[in-house]
């Protein structure tokens, strides 16, 4: 457990060990179930634009490999460690047996801070990190994707790497690439278009107007400004509060957010837009609305916020955004909140990138209005069977939802045994 030693994966734990003593599954099962099978540390010598030589710390955490290869993202972060990436990859693996995905959970990044890398050094990085991991993933095995501080170029990169080593273009073996070079359209929108699509549904159910809505969106990145996007363009909901590292963003008038977001592609973050008054970041969270969502770091709503949130619906479009102690005060307030939680309102980025490695697979591409489609009929089926088992149990939907996916992967592990 010393390679995971981290507040984070600590976090994941407990939340783990919630649903196995609401299972009730047998002790001698629960490590098996909980820790990684396979973790991999990396040491990244690159050489630096200055002439200098840097070295950077990698990771990659397969949690299991049950139902398939494992499948997540790849994330560029100062702090990066161990701990969360294993953490990040108990989630993916929940989430994806939530969203029936024949996939196991993984994640890995490099601990860097990708603002401060040119161009040239953010590639040297990319294409290191993916040749050191080369023995240890594959079309089969491993397939990674982008997450917070890589893209488009970054999976370009990653697969060109793989490729070049093989001696024959791979493109499966990455999700989230251009589309250029066999990424799926939609699949960059596509965890914010499933944040919108589950929170529609669940203004749907608590028969609220959209229209009349206001929503606060932590987090512009790509979950955020999407799903910020999509709420005031496709729904009418007045977006009141948004924010990102630099800067936090509140107008009780509403916000511009096509204009926010044409800042950011200008200016990299939002901290100079100046259509709406500044506020405490920690404060915008408990600041009135119908729709809470959380789209950045984890551990943002915790025991000391949780009682004060005025939204009726949170969304949670961040991995781990809300603490196990915040969890029982939220359990209290079932009847006034909503929780969308995380392994499935974030879900319809992991749910596209399987569509695109089986496009890749079956070199087939389907159009990004039946990518979409098959998006939401997915989502669907996941939001109902968790609504039904919530109500049919008396749990929280975050329970609801984790004990479905701790179930498959587990019936999944006793039906195959264990190899002596």
């Not at 089986?358 to 389907?366: H, R, Y």
Request: with cysteine; proline share 5%.
């Amino acid at each position: 457990m010393s390679i995971y030693n981290d507040e984070v994966f600590q976090m994941a734990c407990d939340q783990f060990q919630v649903i196995a003593d609401y299972l009730q599954i047998d002790q001698n099962d629960r490590d098996r179930l909980m820790l990684p099978k396979r973790s991999m540390a990396v040491t990244l010598p690159v050489h630096m634009d200055d002439g200098s030589t840097q070295t950077f710390q990698g990771y990659r955490v397969q949690h299991h490999l049950t139902l398939g290869p494992t499948k997540g993202g790849t994330r560029f972060a100062p702090n990066l460690s161990m701990g969360e990436t294993a953490a990040l990859a108990m989630w993916m693996s929940w989430k994806c047996a939530l969203a029936n995905l024949p996939y196991g959970g993984a994640k890995g990044g490099v601990a860097c801070d990708p603002t401060k890398l040119s161009r040239t050094e953010l590639e040297s990085v990319s294409r290191r990190y993916m040749q050191e991991m080369i023995p240890f993933v594959g079309p089969h095995t491993d397939i990674m994707g982008p997450d917070m501080g890589t893209n488009e170029q970054v999976m370009a990169w990653f697969m060109d790497t793989y490729s070049v080593y093989q001696g024959y273009c791979v493109n499966e073996i990455v999700t989230g690439k251009p589309v250029s070079i066999g990424g799926t359209e939609g699949r960059r929108e596509a965890t914010g278009r499933g944040v919108v699509y589950l929170i529609e549904r669940a203004t749907d159910m608590l028969k609220l107007d959209p229209k009349k809505c206001t929503a606060i969106v932590q987090g512009f990145g790509n979950v955020g400004s999407v799903a910020a996007l999509s709420l005031a363009l496709n729904t009418g909901m007045k977006i009141v509060g948004i924010s990102d590292a630099t800067v936090a963003l509140y107008n009780p008038n509403g916000i511009d957010v096509a204009k926010a977001e044409q800042h950011v592609i200008k200016k990299g973050h939002l901290r100079a837009f100046d259509e709406a008054d500044r506020v405490d970041p920690n404060e915008m969270l408990t600041m009135p609305c119908d729709v809470l969502v959380p789209s950045a770091v984890d551990r943002v709503i915790n025991k000391g916020n949780a009682a004060k949130l005025k939204c009726r619906i949170l969304a949670e479009g961040a991995n781990g955004p809300t603490t196990p102690e915040a969890d029982l005060i939220l359990n209290e307030r079932w009847d006034e909140l909503f929780v969308i939680p995380d392994i499935l309102c974030n879900a319809g980025g992991v749910i596209v990138s399987y569509f695109e490695w089986v496009q890749g697979l079956q070199a087939f591409m389907w159009t990004e209005t039946e990518v979409t489609d098959k998006l939401f009929r997915i989502l669907e089926h996941s939001f109902a069977q968790v609504i039904k088992r919530a109500k049919a149990h008396k749990i929280s939907h975050r329970t609801a939802a984790m004990a479905i996916g701790v179930e498959r992967v587990m019936k999944a592990k006793h039906a195959r045994g264990l190899f002596p």
